[in-house]
């Protein structure tokens, strides 16, 4: 069974860090681009941040490019989140996602389909 589980989420203050994580279990972790998602009451879900299979390639979202940096151990089954200078805009349910299909070639990765997603963890930054 599949499980991608989130954790790190919290209520922070407007210039605050916070570090998501997801624990990946029950299928061939280390293949493929992993992302992170957020959605916001009201608001589609936006891409974040994604990584290639190494990690040697990283994509960010505009808005949160230059505090946010996403990073993977392999080893661990984990995928991480690095969330500087957070601002009341950021607050959102942030989702991990694994196993990218059914994307066309020069797709951006902030945009690809995953085949399992995380049960989300809230993030809440006051200003």
């Known amino acids: 069974q599949v499980q991608l589980v989130e954790s790190g989420g919290g209520s922070v203050q407007a210039g605050g860090s916070l570090r998501l994580s997801c624990a990946a279990s029950?299928?061939?972790?280390?293949?493929?681009?992993m992302g992170w998602f957020r959605q916001s009451p009201g608001k589609e879900r936006e891409g974040v941040a994604a990584?290639?299979?190494?990690?040697?390639?990283?994509y960010y979202a505009d808005s949160v490019k230059g505090r946010f940096t996403v990073s993977r151990d392999n080893a661990k089954n984990t995928l991480s989140l690095q969330m500087n200078s957070l601002k009341a805009e950021d607050t959102a349910m942030y989702y991990c996602?694994?196993?990218?299909?059914?994307?066309?070639?020069?797709?951006?990765?902030?945009?690809?389909?995953?085949?399992?997603w995380g049960q989300g963890t809230q993030v809440t930054v006051s200003s």
């Open positions: 029950g299928y061939t972790y280390g293949t493929g681009c």
């Open positions: 996602a694994a196993v990218a299909r059914g994307n066309r070639p020069g797709q951006n990765p902030l945009t690809y389909n995953y085949k399992y």
């Open positions: 990584i290639t299979t190494g990690g040697g390639t990283t």
